[in-house]
């Protein structure tokens, strides 16, 4: 069955870094992925959603890859800050439409 | 843009009793709508999702339902609770295309005691 995974449950960084995040994805080419932010005890919030077709996204200071030869997504975040700290979630469409699937999601925590 | 809304916040509940949480949308219409439960520390486990009034589809063998009564509103019931029904319970809308992204709620935090 399809499968997306998020390799680090937690990633800590010093303010100013940049927090790179990891999503990989299994038997089967998603066409898209997208990537959600969420806080303790709130829903998830969109980002940023990138293409198969696209290599890269930006906005602001995030960016994000699709790698369809690894199978996998880098997520970063430039300059992070400690109002970056949440979980970031990766998602895809799988073979439904609108029915995403989500990783298990990476805890960020930025240090001042 | 969308708003969706979600209540209670908070529920605590005894085992077998019967559960009712309720979801609405604001901003948009025919959305396609989802209940999503999230256990702690882990990922977004979708439930349920409704692509028009009375139309649900069950993604997870379990004692809860789920009933869109009108466009906009989407109901998560159970007669009789279990312990492991405790979790974090979202509900999102979004278009249902290749390029859907969802919108999510609050989220309802129900403890099962």
């Known amino acids: ?112 | 843009s969308q708003t969706i809304h979600q209540w209670p916040a908070t529920l605590v509940q005894p085992v077998g009793s019967p559960l009712s949480l309720e979801c609405t949308v604001e901003g948009t219409s025919n959305p396609n709508l989802y209940w999503y439960r999230q256990a702690a520390g882990r990922g977004l486990q979708l439930l349920f999702y409704s692509v028009g009034i009375g139309q649900i589809s069950s993604e997870v063998p379990q004692n809860l339902s789920a009933s869109r009564p009108q466009d906009r509103q989407f109901i998560l019931s159970s007669k009789k609770l279990l312990l492991s029904d405790s979790g974090f319970y979202l509900c999102a809308s979004g278009t249902g295309g290749l390029e859907d992204t969802q919108y999510f709620g609050p989220g309802t935090r129900l403890t099962v005691l």
Do not use: M
């Not at chain 1, 038997?27 to 969109?46: E, I, K, M």
């Not at chain 1, 077709?53 to 430039?78: A, G, P």
């Open chain 1, 1 to 112: 069955s399809q499968k997306i995974e998020q390799n680090s449950e937690a990633l800590n960084i010093q303010e100013g870094k940049t927090a790179t995040l990891t999503c990989n994805y299994t038997n089967y080419s998603p066409a898209y992925l997208q990537w959600y932010r969420q806080d303790p005890g709130r829903g998830p919030v969109f980002l940023l959603l990138i293409r198969e077709n696209e290599k890269e996204k930006r906005k602001e200071r995030l960016k994000v890859t699709f790698d369809t030869t690894l199978k996998q997504s880098l997520f970063h975040i430039t300059a992070s800050q400690p109002a970056d700290s949440a979980t970031y979630l990766c998602a895809s469409v799988g073979t439904s439409y609108g029915k995403l699937t989500f990783g298990q999601g990476t805890i960020l925590t930025v240090h001042p």
